[in-house]
């Protein structure tokens, strides 16, 4: 059997005032795996990635971590919890070069100076981990790529050994070039044994990495797709509403 997953959020209620933005949504994040959040616009993806991120507290439900039950109350609890988010506007600081954007906040002393070689040498190292393209982490982010910014971004995450990476739109407005460059990312948060969620309209990106594909529609849990197996039409149909539900024969499995 299957062992339990890295997180495990279950029948998870959010309501905006009449709103309700999700209804009993189930999510279960395993290490070593890209699962794909898709639906269409206001189905809850971010809503749920902000109740992960604990940037939202969920109004029901239960979120489990490796089968115990944990509380998300804020962005500080879920990375003491090993949940990192990278969010769609990156909050990254453009006059700063790469080093201090990934140390921004979390500086590293030696004595009452900075450890300036430290930090810079385990940049350089999170950066290869990435399989990351920056021609060097003093160059000022101002003067990177939108891809080597999502670079940054993502590296950064990885200061605090997290357990689980959500990455909310990752290749929006990218060039083809640069969603290439931070689907390989991807690929290696995955190869490095991190869960990761990757929130994303681009079916193709989503093809390109996904182990699984969760469909969110009006809030809730309305397909479960086996990433290598899934149609482009079968997903298509699960985020429209024209299947309600996902063959049992397609759906991703949960134990191996």
Do not use: W
């Not at 209620?13 to 290490?31: C, I, M, N, T």
């Not at 940037?55 to 949940?83: F, K, N, Y």
């Not at 940054?152 to 357990?163: D, E, K, M, N």
């Amino acid at each position: 059997m299957r062992p339990s997953p890295t997180l495990a959020l279950r029948g998870i209620d959010k309501r905006f005032g009449h709103v309700q933005a999700l209804s009993e949504v189930d999510l279960d994040l395993y290490p070593r795996e890209v699962v794909a959040l898709v639906g269409d616009n206001a189905a809850g993806k971010s809503t749920l990635a902000k109740v992960i991120a604990g940037v939202l507290s969920p109004d029901a439900g239960l979120i489990e971590m490796d089968g115990a039950p944990v509380t998300i109350s804020s962005p500080s609890a879920a990375r003491a919890l090993g949940i990192a988010t990278v969010f769609q506007d990156l909050a990254l600081c453009e006059n700063l070069d790469v080093v201090s954007n990934l140390y921004l906040g979390q500086e590293r002393r030696i004595g009452r100076r900075l450890d300036e070689e430290g930090m810079e040498e385990e940049a350089r190292s999170i950066l290869h981990s990435l399989t990351s393209r920056i021609p060097s982490v003093r160059t000022p982010v101002a003067g990177l790529s939108a891809g080597q910014r999502q670079s940054v971004a993502i590296a950064r995450t990885l200061l605090g050994s997290p357990r689980v990476v959500v990455l909310d739109e990752p290749t929006a407005s990218l060039s083809v070039s640069q969603t290439a460059e931070v689907l390989t990312h991807i690929q290696s948060l995955r190869d490095l044994g991190h869960a990761v969620v990757l929130i994303s309209h681009n079916m193709t990106d989503v093809h390109a990495v996904a182990d699984r594909i969760e469909v969110l529609r009006h809030g809730r849990n309305n397909g479960s797709f086996v990433g290598a197996d899934a149609s482009y039409e079968e997903i298509i149909a699960a985020v429209t509403g024209a299947s309600p539900l996902v063959p049992p024969d397609r759906q991703a499995r949960r134990t191996a």
